[in-house]
């Protein structure tokens, strides 16, 4: 009987004006997205080349000496760009593509200048190209989120309203069929009629990337792919559910989809881009102009060390080591430790009033399709979180290294990390750890699961919601 | 008859539930997003003070005619409440040195408009984007049964069994319409820009008002073209069902999909590199020419040292604090050598922007150009013009304050002619005296410009917007009239 049902209810919607109209518009924005991807991607691709053979070269210059490694540190750690930008561009354009590990930019007496730390800036400078009256891309997120989402609901806004305006609905409850079954019935055929939709203009949009050859992925790309056309799927089932909920509490179609409309953009358009603004506006980071030398000088570390006669002496080669190079490794060591730390914190701040706004954003399906999607497709706010603790992980990882190569050589007096304390021979430049940005398919699915869970969860109480007042509604 | 007509009419819509949802949408909308913005923008103020006042004790405290370089900074304007256009993203400092032309399609200046620069990833919408949004869909919301319904139930055979004109019908539910869609828009405008006014740092003065006008004025037309496009629709389709769903489709092609699409299209096929990076190569010849130039002369700065003394500065700034007696002799040297170098300089740079200038012109102003264009091929992109245009957010009003910028860069330099600056001995030593810059003009910019500038580039939209709805009347009314009922 369910089957009868699906075949009947598809029929009739591959038939109607608006299938046809959403097949146009679908497979139109997916070649749309196709045809900007395609030269964009390689432009990044042989930016993000170029500038991992600079980062080769620096470092290959630095391992002249042991000591230039410790004071200029690995260089700009660059981030890789995703293969699959054009199902979510993440905003790409407003987040930083590297982080550096620089010199501290400080000297003191004696010729010790602070040595290596991370910093987070690299936020990409306003660009001529981007002044435009509005700017939004068109990836498979926009198509998603904001076009099947509409499509759902013209879709689905009469399903039931309109059957019972025409009588349609008592004739086919008046054979031996439950109200359940007539609305799964409903409600797979609209799912795989919009899934046909979907499926369509992914088609589309991946064959002409193939061709063009820009589309080289991995068995791991390709199930990501996978993960967000599921995505995409549970986010077009929570409309279905939606427009099913109003259309049985509603008697007249049209009311229904006007209902259904103003729900839509309030959902879909406003509380994505409104909710997470206000928000945020309400919880500051506390350092407003950033980690600068003046926090040195004000933190007290210099005096703590002056007190102790740190400037008195300068360090020296001698072995055993004399107590005022033990001194200074230990000053600069914690001012490194301490210099990361205000960076870090910094960054924390700027990012806690971030995920603040995401939390509260994560009202609207839209937004939790959009970050989901962005976790599987590698690129956003999740992916370069990944990013700065690869960074991170890096950074510990080079500093072992420095160690581990003072160690090795037997004519240094082992105190890291001032120059007289360390070795002064060149390191082989094999040896260097080398920074490999990736992201892992199991992260990528773990940014993702929460996401996928909330969108359930919306889609199972929408769900339940529409098949309740069905079971309980007057026809 | 017309007036029997309109009541009718205005009673039918205010009865609907549509009417009460428009206004609670427009208003609790409007007010939210209003609180907002009109606290973004008091932070966006205040860090605008504070780079204001940290810039004004720097700007002139060089000691030397060679030494300055100014940081000009650019008011948020509180109009881009309404219409945020490029005001946050465009730069609002500028380093202002002799040596460059600054320009706003140049990458290297930055904006102090956000704290936290991650917050570019918020999308932010401003009071416009909701009403494009939100007025066009009611529009259609309560145009889509007005003929179509009519002709469904039957009323239509019955009223045009009056002695009444077609013509007259539609003008009547035309009017009323506007009058009910009005109400709520005029609610939410009014009491947004109450809340506005609560604000201690918002203060508009009279020519503020009139752009707020226009913006509501270019409002209320938006709002009839999309009501207009409805019913046309009513008219020709059958069913009311069929009406819904092709404005409907008309509805997320004209506000999403078609700016997004024309943009994004515009930015793909106009080509910017090439012409851009030949503009750089030809740009740095002509300052290599320069450089040439400038080897062929003895610079007194490079070893061996013609002046014994103290000094610090960079490559095109110098202050020489101490100069020992026996270097008092190369002085009138030392000032030929500028007075020779820095007209070649400044000529050398003013070439290099007539090229880059002219290279902007061809690639993204072009470009710019025909992003405009496009967009108005749609009512949304003409309002979102329109009203940028009256707020004074759109790209003319940021090239204006670079303008200004150019504009007292030119100032400082005539004043340096004035002075005689090259050839005197402040232009590289303070050990006499620091330079006193009293009698230099100092910058000045307000974030809103000249109204008649600003509104007359908005009218061009306006008419525009207007003709659509002119056009779309006329033939809703020939469609109309010439129907079987």
New interface residues.
């Given amino acids: 009987m369910l089957w009868h049902i699906v075949k009947r209810e598809l029929f009739e919607q591959v038939n109607s004006l608006r299938f046809a109209l959403a097949m146009l518009l679908t497979v139109f924005l997916m070649l749309v997205n196709a045809v900007g991807h395609i030269d964009e991607y390689k432009a990044r691709q042989a930016e993000y080349g170029q500038q991992a053979s600079a980062y080769s070269a620096k470092l290959e210059q630095n391992s002249s000496n042991l000591y230039k490694l410790v004071l200029n540190g690995p260089g700009e750690l660059h981030k890789k760009p995703s293969p699959l930008s054009f199902c979510a561009h993440g905003s790409e354009n407003n987040l930083p593509k590297f982080a550096s590990g620089k010199r501290s930019g400080w000297g003191t007496i004696y010729n010790v200048s602070g040595i290596w730390r991370l910093k987070y800036s690299g936020f990409p400078s306003i660009k001529a190209k981007d002044i435009f009256p509005v700017f939004l891309k068109i990836d498979w997120i926009l198509i998603i989120s904001n076009v099947l989402s509409f499509l759902a609901l013209v879709w689905t806004f009469d399903a039931i309203a309109g059957e019972v305006e025409h009588g349609t609905l008592r004739l086919t409850l008046s054979n031996a069929v439950a109200r359940r079954t007539v609305l799964t019935g409903k409600f797979l055929s609209c799912l795989m009629s919009l899934g046909a939709v979907f499926m369509s203009g992914v088609l589309v949009n991946l064959l002409l990337l193939y061709l063009s050859g820009t589309l080289q992925l991995n068995a791991q790309e390709w199930s990501r792919i996978g993960g967000i056309f599921v995505v995409g799927l549970m986010y077009i089932a929570v409309f279905i559910a939606l427009g099913f909920l109003i259309s049985t509490l509603v008697n007249n179609a049209a009311t229904s989809l006007v209902i259904l409309l103003l729900i839509w953009v309030i959902w879909v358009i406003l509380v994505p881009s409104m909710l997470g603004t206000i928000m945020s506006g309400l919880n500051q980071p506390s350092i407003r102009r950033g980690p600068s030398p003046v926090y040195f000088r004000y933190s007290g570390l210099q005096e703590r060390y002056r007190a102790r006669g740190l400037e008195d002496e300068a360090p020296t080669r001698k072995r055993p080591p004399t107590p005022a190079t033990l001194l200074w490794a230990e000053f600069l060591n914690e001012e490194a430790r301490e210099g990361a730390r205000l960076h870090r914190a910094y960054l924390n701040a700027q990012i806690n009033q971030i995920q603040i706004a995401r939390e509260f954003n994560r009202i609207s399906p839209t937004a939790i399709a959009q970050y989901a999607i962005e976790s599987l497709a590698g690129t956003g706010f999740q992916r370069h979180l990944n990013f700065l603790k690869n960074v991170e992980n890096y950074a510990d990882q080079f500093n072992n290294f420095l160690i581990s190569a003072d160690r090795a050589d037997p004519d240094s007096p082992h105190v890291p990390f001032v120059r007289e304390g360390m070795s002064d021979k060149p390191v082989s430049f094999e040896s260097i750890p080398k920074f490999q940005d990736r992201v892992h398919l199991g992260e990528a699915f773990k940014g993702a699961m929460l996401d996928m869970i909330l969108l359930l969860l919306f889609f199972v109480v929408l769900f339940a919601t529409a098949h309740v007042s069905f079971q309980r509604k007057e026809i | 008859m017309l007036w029997t007509l309109i009541q009718r009419e205005i009673l039918a819509n205010l009865m609907t539930?549509?009417f009460p949802?428009a206004v609670i949408?427009c208003v609790i909308?409007g007010l939210?997003?209003t609180?907002?913005l009109t606290?973004?923008y008091e932070?966006r103020l205040a860090?605008y003070n504070e780079a204001f006042q940290t810039h004004q004790e720097k700007n002139f405290s060089a000691k030397t005619y060679s030494g300055l370089t100014l940081q000009l900074d650019r008011p948020p304007n509180p109009l881009s409440l309404f219409n945020q256009?490029?005001d946050k993203?465009?730069?609002n400092s500028v380093r202002l040195r002799r040596d460059k032309v600054p320009s706003?399609?140049?990458?290297?200046?930055?904006?102090t408009g956000f704290?936290?620069?991650?917050?570019?990833?918020?999308?932010?919408?401003d009071i416009v984007?909701?009403f494009q949004?939100?007025l066009s869909?009611l529009a259609l919301?309560f145009a889509?049964?007005a003929i179509a319904g009519e002709r469904e139930n039957g009323t239509l055979h019955l009223m045009l069994a009056n002695p009444v004109g077609r013509g007259l019908i539609v003008l009547s539910k035309y009017l009323s319409a506007m009058i009910c869609l009005m109400l709520p828009v005029l609610i939410s405008f009014l009491l947004a820009l109450m809340l506005q006014l609560q604000s201690p740092v918002i203060d508009y003065s009279t020519a503020d008002f009139l752009r707020i006008g226009g913006i509501l004025l270019t409002t209320i037309v938006y709002l009839s073209a999309f009501y207009l496009i409805g019913l046309l629709i009513s008219c020709i389709s059958r069913r009311?069902?069929?009406s819904?769903?092709s404005s409907?489709?008309i509805w997320?092609?004209l506000t999403?999909?078609y700016?997004?699409?024309s943009?994004?299209?515009v930015?793909?096929f106009i080509e910017?590199e090439e012409k851009i990076e030949q503009a750089d190569r030809e740009t740095s010849q002509i300052m290599e020419g320069f450089q040439r130039e400038k080897a062929k002369l003895r610079d007194p700065f490079a070893p061996p040292f013609l002046l014994k003394g103290h000094w610090s500065g960079g490559s095109i700034s110098k202050d020489v604090t101490h100069i020992e007696a026996a270097s008092e002799l190369e002085i009138p040297t030392v000032k030929a050598y500028y007075q020779e170098l820095e007209p070649q300089r400044l000529r050398a740079v003013e070439a290099a922007w007539v090229v880059r200038k002219q290279a902007?012109s061809e690639t993204?102003v072009h470009?710019?150009t025909a992003?405009?264009n496009a967009?108005r091929l749609s009512p949304a992109?003409l309002y979102?013009?329109a009203t940028?245009a009256y707020a004074g957010t759109?790209?003319a009003a940021?090239e204006a304050f670079f303008k200004a910028v150019r504009q007292y860069r030119q100032t400082i330099l005539d004043y340096f002619y004035d002075k005689k600056a090259f050839s005197s001995r402040q232009w590289f030593a303070s050990d006499k005296g620091a330079v006193r810059w009293d009698d230099l003009s100092r910058f000045s910019y307000q974030a809103l410009g000249d109204l008649t500038e600003d509104s007359s580039r908005a009218s061009g939209e306006l008419l525009r917007l207007l003709l659509l709805n002119l056009v779309l009347l006329i033939v809703t009314i020939v469609v109309f009239s010439r129907q079987e009922v």
Avoid at chain 2, 104 to 111: A, M, P
């Fill in positions: 539930f549509r949802i949408a909308l939210t997003i609180a907002a606290d973004n932070r860090s256009g490029l993203r465009a730069a706003v399609w140049e990458d290297n200046y930055f904006s704290d936290n620069p991650f917050r570019h990833l918020l999308a932010s919408v984007t909701v949004i939100l869909l919301v889509y049964d009311t069902a069929t819904l769903i409907m489709f997320v092609v999403f999909i700016p997004n699409a943009l994004f299209m930015n793909h910017t902007y993204f470009r710019s992003a405009r967009l992109g979102y013009l940028a759109d790209l940021m």
